[in-house]
């Protein structure tokens, strides 16, 4: 982010400013966009970031769970899975997001992502986190008893 630093010690003129906008003497003190922040406040650096930061990529918008648990707790939705499973089962599928763009379905257990295996919930989470707007990922994973592929583009 582009930035001007003034030393309010040695300009006379930056101090003013300083002292108009935050009401302040002390040190440091930021102003973006017109917010003003005194000191070093994490919470509001941590928004005027976000405000500022590039795009951001799309969320896969799934709701769901890791398969051999969900499965062994529902084995009515296993009958067209094969034994012994592991990935994710997709409960839900958000609307206008990767995963809905795709044509992921409720039910689907996604096995691979990105040419790895996935195990389980905080492994895809992982996966995907690296991924940034434009990436594309391919995805392995099970509907009714039959193995697909999937490229996802965030």
């Known amino acids: 982010m582009p930035f001007v630093e003034k030393d309010v010690a040695k300009d006379y003129a930056a101090a003013i400013e300083m002292i108009r906008l935050s009401g302040q003497q002390g040190v ?11 000191g070093f406040d994490q919470q ?19 709701l769901a769970a890791d398969a051999e648990e969900y499965l062994a707790r529902h084995p009515e939705k296993a009958e067209k899975i094969p034994e012994g499973t592991k990935g994710i089962y997709v409960g839900k599928i958000r609307p206008k997001t990767v995963a809905a763009r795709a044509e992921l ?3 689907d257990v996604i096995t691979s992502f990105a040419g790895k295996r996935v195990r389980n919930m905080a492994a895809l989470d ?6 940034k707007p434009g990436d594309q990922a391919t995805a392995k994973f099970i509907r009714d008893g039959e193995n697909q592929t999937v490229v996802l583009q965030f």
């Open 44 to 62: 509001k650096f941590a928004k005027l970031a976000e405000k500022f930061a590039g795009p951001k990529r799309p969320p896969l918008g799934i």
């Open 126 to 131: 992982q996966m995907v986190e690296t991924l």
């Open 105 to 107: 379905k409720p039910g």
């Open 28 to 38: 440091p003190v930021t102003v973006a966009d017109g917010d003003v922040i005194l």
